[in-house]
């Protein structure tokens, strides 16, 4: 069974950062597209940033310049270095992998980040 891992989330001041990591249950290379969503209460989950194999990668216009994703392929890790963060990004933090041969989703549990001072 595939599983997917968040961590790093938690409470930090306006301004501050985090890293959120997300660990894969196998190799990246079998995922074509993985990426960062979250879910703030009463909203809709929204990608915050992706990338699929082959170097694409996007962001929601409401974190560029300030979230970065990035992977470490031998740690079968995919991260989202975030800084200069706001009250707004406050939210539950998903990762999804989407299967390179059937096409089918995989979610993590989630991880909180509250951004508050």
């Known amino acids: 069974q595939v599983q997917l891992v968040e961590s790093g989330g938690g409470l930090v001041q306006p301004g501050g950062s985090l890293r959120l990591s997300c660990a894969t249950s196998?190799?990246?290379?079998?995922?074509?597209?993985m990426g960062w969503y979250r879910q703030a209460p009463g909203k809709q989950r929204e990608l915050v940033a992706g990338?699929?194999?082959?170097?694409?990668?996007n962001y929601a216009d409401s974190v560029k310049g300030r979230f970065t994703i990035s992977r470490d392929d031998a740690k079968n890790t995919v991260y989202l270095q975030m800084n200069s963060l706001k009250p707004e990004d406050t939210a539950v933090y998903y990762c999804r992998g989407r299967d390179k041969i059937y096409g089918n989703y995989y979610w993590g549990q989630g991880t909180q980040v509250t951004v508050s001072s």
């Open positions: 196998r190799t990246i290379f079998s995922f074509d597209a």
């Open positions: 990338f699929q194999n082959g170097g694409i990668t």
